[in-house]
């Protein structure tokens, strides 16, 4: 029976297919934000208002031809994707979604999870190194190179409801305000979740900081030479990843899920939304920088942003408020 | 070769280009240290084909030169034409071309605005500027009947007159492009992601510019003073009163910014076009068939820069060499050397800042499928079969 | 009062035939000998600095290369071409732009421009064969494509 149990945790809620239809549907949303910002309509055919048009694409991607270069390693070339997509979903299994406390639960989780959601970063590099093109080794550096840009802030700013909390654990980080009243935590956190939502952006390698695959340069970046299902996998992996990031940020700075069966469910919702439509809406507004200059905005703004945030919640708490 | 330096082949096939042309750049880690162009992937043979055709025939082969300023080649042929025989142009004929001109330069121009967005990531003003591509593209079909390639010149006129109806939706467009356009000058001025990818990039001194005989807008925004609409007056150009924008920036900020404030004058323009227009002929009647020989050389100001045709005629109704010379030919090398010593990301951005045309620059082979000498148009099945015998029988690939 | 620009080129050019077709349009040839001298007047004395193209022509029993020269007028310096010895003085030192023109010329009528620094193919294919120029009026384009694999089945 606990066999089974973990089964159904894994493969079914909070883990993967959960994840898996979850995500779509957060795509779609980003899709239609960002179509509707730019006077376009979006999805429109596929079921009501073209809500499963994430879902026919992906359908459509494991139908298409899979090629595998010749030049390239075949081993890691083919595994490689499954491995991003695993770590996406076991990231998402740690998050205390809806009300409950997430899966196999323990002290430290946050960094587990953030170091799983780093890994499909690591595994883009790999992908775009073992496929051997111009294109793909030129857009794997580039995701290691802005890589080091926004982990560090990535992971300054997470810190913030951490300490705040006084705990490593993802669901005691979420349950603080519920637990201890101190609903006020949340405005002030404010400078670390602008810098989370902005790493995250760039850890979704979505625009203005999605220079490994720009594709008017790189063509697709570490992805070029990948197609048919490998690419499938890697498009959910990323939705995934989006699902993750964005559940994570709402756990740790927007109050998590609390409050029972049912508003716990539509706080999941109303807050993973408000988090993809930040999301869309910088995608919309900026144009895509350069390798340089995301470096350079990372450690010339995230950075001590995330650090001025950490100092103030460190006097705070040394100080007693907290 | 450098040492430490890779070779990136970007083309003939690319994602940033809209039409074939391979560059070879050497990169050393993200930065550039030299260009090669190779062109010549669209070469129709337009201007050998020309030799066997009339000046009728000619003219709607030129028209095909290019899909964007197809009204520029044929403007400048018809006027090369006219200049041989001599022909006094209606006024009104001429009023009409340069309407459909201006059109076409706003048209064009918006297509550039959208698609340096496109490349460098920015597609929210992409979407926008190609929804108001649709305004111009619409008016223009409605008046030449066709989106692209309107045929509206003819040796001595044009073809068709506007109505009342088209006049009034030609000054509301204008009204509402030129208030669109004002916020697009806002936009790639202000915005700042956009502008730290198009400020300081794909430098062009004014020096180079001018040795490397650079034209139209790209020049302009390096503070070249030329325009053909001014310096050597067609048409009905010298009636419109219009400022010729140059920028002092000499990089893509300054090109956008000539770009869309050359919007904003053509949009002036089409107004004291119709404001001014006479009533009469639209085309002169009688048109002789023969062209008396000489040579004339004809040039117009296309949006992309000064467009250049040279017709030899030698007593028929065949001209004898007809030699097309498009804008993007000349900037092209210039755009090549600008990106020197950028980055690899500034490649599609710095390139494509000529608004480059190359079915405009290639414009000569002509596709034959005559069977009489055996000589047939490949299908796709045999291109396909053709190609990957020839790898594998010379570069050892199997597939 | 205009400048004359008439007057200005017979006297600059002395034996160049300086013909005027239409407004603004002026004709000049010189031998290629004088070709480089001739553009580096224009270029000093009239400030006529822009070069908008070069046609090479056909005229059967001669070539013709025309450098069409643009600035307040457009002056078109006509060189005539051997056809045994197809070889005319390249521009690429006296104007940089000049180079683009004179690599097509190359490439469609054999004519070279002696002194350019690149003449790789720029608009024919890497298979096209050596010594066939199209825009050659013997050329005939009925004869088709060159079909690059005919060698290799002979």
Redesign the interface.
């Known amino acids: 029976m606990e066999t089974v149990k973990v089964m159904l945790y894994i493969l079914v809620f909070p883990g993967f297919l959960f994840q898996m239809i979850y995500s779509t549907y957060l795509e779609w949303v980003d899709r239609k934000l960002y179509a509707r910002m730019q006077n376009r309509r979006g999805p429109l055919y596929t079921g009501w208002s073209g809500v499963l048009q994430p879902v026919a694409d992906i359908v459509k991607l494991f139908a298409k031809e899979d090629v595998t270069p010749a030049a390239s390693d075949k081993f890691m070339f083919n595994i490689l994707p499954l491995v991003a997509l695993a770590s996406a979903c076991t990231a998402g299994l740690y998050l205390p979604v809806w009300h409950l406390t997430g899966f196999n639960s323990f002290q430290g989780d946050l960094v587990v999870v953030v170091y799983l959601l780093a890994m499909p970063s690591f595994v883009l590099f790999l992908a775009g190194w073992f496929s051997v093109s111009p294109f793909s080794l030129i857009g794997a550096t580039r995701v290691l190179t802005q890589l080091f840009a926004y982990e560090v802030p990535f992971f300054l700013a997470l810190l913030t409801p951490a300490v705040v909390a006084g705990s490593w654990k993802i669901a005691d980080i979420a349950k603080y305000p519920w637990a201890s009243g101190n609903w006020w935590v949340i405005p002030l956190q404010v400078l670390a979740f602008i810098v989370a939502v902005l790493a995250l952006q760039a850890k979704l390698e979505r625009v203005p900081f999605d220079i490994p695959e720009a594709e008017t340069e790189v063509v697709a970046g570490p992805l070029t030479e990948y197609s048919g299902k490998k690419l499938a996998v890697f498009r959910i992996q990323k939705d995934i990843s989006m699902y993750a990031g964005s559940a994570l940020i709402a756990a740790l700075f927007l109050g998590g899920f609390g409050g029972g069966l049912y508003l716990g469910a539509l706080q999941l919702v109303l807050k993973t939304l408000l988090v993809v439509a930040l999301l869309s809406v910088i995608r919309g507004a900026c144009a895509r920088i350069r390798i340089d200059q995301i470096v350079s905005f990372s450690w010339r703004y995230l950075a001590p942003m995330s650090i001025v945030q950490f100092l103030i919640v460190l006097l705070l708490k040394g100080g007693g408020v907290i | 070769m450098a040492e430490n330096t890779i070779k990136i082949p970007v083309g003939p096939q690319h994602p940033f280009l809209k039409e074939p042309c391979k560059f070879e750049f050497e990169i050393k880690g993200e930065e550039i240290c030299g260009a090669t162009i190779r062109m010549g992937y669209n070469h129709r043979g337009m201007e050998k084909a020309c030799e066997d055709r009339n000046y009728y025939q000619c003219l709607y082969l030129l028209e095909r030169i290019c899909g964007i300023c197809s009204h520029s080649h044929t403007t400048a042929f018809v006027q090369a034409v006219e200049n041989l025989l001599e022909l006094e142009v209606p006024k009104r004929g001429l009023y009409l071309r340069a309407l459909v001109c201006e059109l076409e330069r706003l048209h064009s121009h918006l297509l550039w605005l959208g698609v340096a967005a496109h490349e460098v990531g920015f597609d929210t003003l992409f979407m926008y500027t190609w929804r108001d591509r649709e305004l111009v593209m619409n008016i223009l079909e409605e008046i030449s009947g066709n989106r692209v390639n309107y045929a509206i010149n003819t040796v001595g006129g044009v073809r068709r007159d506007i109505t009342a109806d088209q006049r009034k939706k030609l000054l509301e467009i204008s009204t509402v492009l030129k208030e669109r356009l004002a916020y697009y000058a806002n936009i790639g001025t202000n915005e700042p992601s956009f502008i730290a990818r198009i400020q300081g990039v794909g430098k062009m001194s004014r020096e180079r510019a001018i040795e490397k005989c650079a034209v139209g807008p790209f020049a302009r925004a390096s503070n070249v003073d030329i325009d053909v609409r001014r310096d050597d007056p067609y048409g009905i150009y010298p009636e419109l009163e219009f400022k010729v924008i140059t920028s002092e920036s000499c990089d893509i900020l300054g090109r956008v910014v000539v770009r869309v404030l050359e919007m904003v004058e053509s949009c002036k323009m089409i107004e004291q076009i119709l404001q001014k227009m006479p009533e009469g002929e639209i085309a002169v009647q009688k048109v002789p068939r023969r062209v008396p020989a000489g040579t004339a050389v004809s040039r117009y100001e296309a949006p992309r820069g000064e467009d250049v045709h040279f017709v030899r005629s030698n007593g028929t109704d065949k001209p004898e060499r007809v030699k097309v010379r498009a804008p993007t030919l000349c900037n092209l090398e210039a755009a090549a050397e600008s990106v020197v010593g950028s980055y690899v990301a500034d490649i599609p951005i710095a390139i494509a800042s000529i608004d480059p045309c190359f079915s405009c620059t290639d414009r000569m082979t002509v596709l034959l499928n005559d069977n009489r000498r055996g000589v047939r148009v490949a299908t796709w099945e045999e291109l396909r079969r053709h190609g990957v015998d020839w790898y594998r029988q010379n570069k050892g690939i199997r597939f | 009062m205009k400048f004359d620009y008439e007057k200005e080129l017979r006297t600059l050019f002395p034996n160049g035939e300086t013909r005027k ?2 407004e ?2 002026y ?1 000049i040839n010189v031998p290629p000998g004088e070709l480089q001298d001739a553009v580096r007047t224009l270029r000093d004395k009239l400030g006529i ?5 070069i ?4 005229l059967r029993d001669a070539f013709m290369n ?1 450098y ?1 020269f ?5 002056v ?1 310096i006509s060189v005539r071409i051997d056809r045994d010895k197809a070889e005319v003085p390249s521009l690429a030192p006296v ?7 004179e690599r ?1 010329i190359h490439d ?1 009528l054999g004519i070279v421009p002696v002194g350019h620094p690149d003449l ?6 890497e298979d096209w064969p050596e010594g066939v120029y ?2 050659r009026k013997d ?1 005939v ?5 060159v079909d690059p ?1 005919k060698k290799e089945e002979a």
């Open positions: 077709t239409s603004r349009r004709w600095v822009h070069l908008s193209t046609v090479g022509e056909d025309s069409i643009s600035g307040e007028v457009v078109t104007i940089d732009g000049a180079m683009v023109y097509e469609l790789r193919r720029q608009i024919l294919p199209p825009l050329y384009v009925a004869q088709g494509p694999d």
